[in-house]
């Protein structure tokens, strides 16, 4: 499945909209504006929530975990020490050992399980706000790595670097 998810321009938190191949509104993150730490709801085109992100504000390096019904499902971490490309592991019940990695500078990377690709991440430069599509492979957790990429959006993106 691919998704286009784009950044919404105008908002007090970091809030995205998620559209599917045919153009339909298939989800929105709402990230909440005067919170400590970024926290958004992750959620279907109804309003219902499906996971949630929460920064780890005291880790080693940018830290998010991302929740589903409760239940942590993965824990999201940039690593520190990479020379070349930004590598970001992705661990938890729910994520099998993910990793993400690639050009965050030119925006183009892909999430890999067991070394098979299950995922590709790419910006378009001519939009005003933050728009990516992401490709998914078929029996993939899509809420989960659309998630993902929110939350290495905003590792790489902080606030005012958008």
Wanted: hydrophobic fraction near 35%; aromatic fraction near 14%; glycine fraction near 8%.
């Amino acid at each position: 499945m691919t998704y286009v998810m784009k950044q919404k321009l105008f908002s007090w938190g970091d809030d995205f909209v998620i559209k599917d191949e045919t153009g339909q509104d298939r989800f929105f993150v709402d990230g909440k504006a005067f919170s400590l730490g970024n926290q958004l709801s992750f959620q279907n085109s109804s309003g219902t929530p499906l996971a949630y992100i929460s920064q780890r504000l005291l880790s080693w390096g940018p830290t998010y975990e991302i929740s589903r019904n409760g239940q942590l499902l993965a824990t999201v971490h940039k690593e520190l020490f990479t020379f070349f490309n930004c590598t970001f592991t992705i661990e938890g019940e729910g994520a099998n050992h993910l990793h993400a990695q690639g050009n965050f500078t030119d925006h183009d990377y892909v999430f890999t399980r067991d070394e098979q690709q299950v995922a590709q991440v790419s910006k378009q430069w001519f939009a005003l706000s933050d728009t990516y599509g992401v490709q998914i492979a078929p029996g993939q957790d899509d809420v989960l790595i659309l998630a993902c990429t929110v939350v290495i959006d905003m590792c790489c993106y902080p606030d005012g670097q958008r």
